[in-house]
C-alpha cells in the first residue's frame, strides 16, 4: 500500500490558531504530513526559520504523524523530494482562493503528479492573518485567543527586543 503524503507550506510567521486548525484537519486526511516552513524574501520576518520550526513543533506535537521541515526553494520541488502528492493549502477568503488557485496551475505544470486541496478556514478563526497578529504585537496588544501559547510567549519577548 502506498503511504499518502501530503504538505502544508507557508511562512508560519508567526503561526497562528488558524494554521493549527488547518494542520490538525489536514492530518486527518493523510498517512503523512509535512509542514513545510518556507523562506519568502518579500516579507519581513519575525522569526528565523528554527524558531518557526519550534514553534510548529510544539503546538502540533500531539499529531504522531505531522512532522516540520525547513525548505528554502519551490514548494513542488519538496513535494517532488519526499514523495508527496498533495499540496494542503488553507484559504480564508475569496483573494485567498484565486492566489492559491493560481499557485497550484503553476505547480501542477511543474510537478503534474501534484494535487492541491484548499481547505477553507474556520469561520471563527478567517480573519486571523500572521501579519495583522505581528502588528497588533508589536503595539502590546494581547493576541493570545490568536496563537498558541508557545507563540504568545516568543512574541511578547521578541517585542520587548525590538523596543
Not at 55 to 81: M, N, Q
Not at 88 to 97: Q, T, Y
Not at 105 to 130: G, M, Q, W
Request: charged share 25%; with cysteine.
Amino acid at each position: 500500500m502506498n503511504e499518502k503524503i501530503a504538505i502544508i507550506p507557508g511562512s508560519f510567521d508567526p503561526l497562528t490558531n488558524g494554521h493549527v486548525d488547518i494542520i490538525n484537519r489536514a492530518s486527518k486526511l493523510v498517512d503523512k504530513l509535512i509542514v513545510v516552513v518556507g523562506t519568502n524574501n518579500n516579507k519581513q520576518n519575525l522569526f528565523t526559520a528554527e524558531e518557526r520550526k519550534s514553534h510548529i513543533c510544539s503546538s502540533v506535537s500531539y499529531l504522531p504523524d505531522v512532522y516540520v521541515e525547513i525548505w528554502d526553494g519551490l514548494t513542488v520541488d519538496f513535494a517532488r523530494k519526499v514523495n508527496a502528492t498533495v499540496i494542503i493549502k488553507g484559504v480564508r477568503d475569496a483573494n485567498d482562493f484565486y492566489y492559491e488557485l493560481e499557485q497550484a496551475k503553476a505547480n501542477k505544470i511543474l510537478y503534474p503528479e501534484v494535487e492541491t486541496l484548499l481547505l477553507p478556514t474556520d469561520p471563527t478563526l478567517s480573519f486571523v492573518r500572521s501579519s495583522t497578529i505581528k502588528e497588533m504585537a508589536k503595539f502590546g496588544a494581547n493576541v493570545s485567543s490568536l496563537v498558541p501559547e508557545v507563540v504568545n510567549r516568543a512574541l511578547i519577548e521578541r517585542c520587548k527586543q525590538l523596543t
